[in-house]
């Protein structure tokens, strides 16, 4: 049995079997995680604490844009994934913020002048989108497309992100402070778990192929800008590391750290995964693995703390 995509093509019929999407409100405790959480190495650290520089208000507008097109979904079953979606991507963002308020700004380094202008976007959009609204409508849906398009772009490779560092043991051999392990872990889960959902609204609200090709292209840069500018503006602050921060010097630091598996071969994977998401017939169900999500959920220390039973 098929159904037929937006896109255009014809995809195999969707078992993504899982029990509901729904928010977990699980905590951390960052008291006892030093700076660089990955042992001796500050650019892997960093590297990753670029995510959680872009992630709080990255969620944000990601919540904004399914919210402006939930009244326009009729599939009970979306409306109900994108109810579950609304509640792990607050409790993300809520999350990540706790890194950049008890351990980035809390050891002098400051976040505010890439986390400022994006929080005043997500607070300006409001306003901007019922202007378009007002004005155009169909400019307002086509804008609304391209935007569901790119976080549904963002969604595959945060996804893709999630099953590497719930597979990846040599974190543990590494001795990555555990307790930012289980963050990593668990929102990785949490993505693989609702991979899906961002992808179904922008086809249910009329998405087609090329949108997601361009929409694509602009994220991969968006996700470069983010990765290199991001690890090399916290690099420059970190007042542990000795010496002018270049873009040489810590490229040859995060290549020795690709070879020890506590960071991926981010220009490999965000290139790679070109073929699987550009590909016209794809949907999300058909990489990663929700059982693999849902068992680490079942052993996340964070999640057990809070009494959270997966089934």
């Not at 963002?93 to 050891?107: F, K, M």
Request: proline share 8%.
């Amino acid at each position: 049995m098929t159904r037929p995509l937006t896109d255009g093509a014809p995809a195999p019929a969707i078992d993504e079997r899982h029990p509901p999407i729904k928010a977990r409100r699980i905590s951390f405790d960052w008291s006892k995680t030093p700076l660089h959480w990955v042992p001796g190495d500050p650019v892997a650290t960093h590297m990753i604490n670029s995510f959680h520089l872009v992630l709080p208000e990255g969620e944000k507008w990601f919540i904004q844009c399914v919210k402006d097109a939930r009244p326009h979904i009729r599939d009970p079953r979306l409306l109900e994934e994108i109810k579950g979606f609304i509640g792990q991507e607050m409790v993300h963002a809520r999350s990540h913020q706790g890194v950049l308020d008890q351990i980035l700004e809390a050891n002098g380094i400051e976040v505010s002048r890439i986390t400022g202008p994006a929080g005043q976007g997500n607070a300006d959009r409001p306003a901007r989108m019922a202007a378009l609204k007002e004005k155009s409508p169909r400019s307002w849906r086509r804008r609304l497309r391209f935007e569901l398009a790119a976080v549904a772009s963002i969604e595959h490779y945060t996804a893709v992100l999630g099953q590497w560092i719930m597979d990846n043991e040599r974190l543990d051999a590494a001795g990555v402070d555990p307790m930012m392990l289980d963050l990593l872990r668990w929102h990785g889960a949490e993505e693989v778990e609702h991979r899906s959902v961002v992808f179904d609204v922008y086809r249910a609200m009329g998405g087609r192929y090329p949108t997601r090709v361009l929409a694509w292209t602009v994220s991969l840069f968006f996700l470069y800008w983010a990765l290199i500018g991001g690890t090399l503006y916290l690099l420059k602050q970190d007042p542990t590391v000795k010496g002018r921060v270049t873009l040489p010097r810590a490229y040859r630091s995060y290549r020795r750290s690709v070879r020890k598996g506590t960071v991926p071969g981010i220009f490999r994977l965000l290139l790679g995964e070109a073929p699987v998401y550009l590909k016209p017939s794809h949907h999300p169900s058909e990489i990663c693995s929700t059982p693999r999500a849902l068992e680490y959920l079942k052993t996340s220390p964070a999640a057990q703390a809070a009494g959270y039973d997966p089934y």
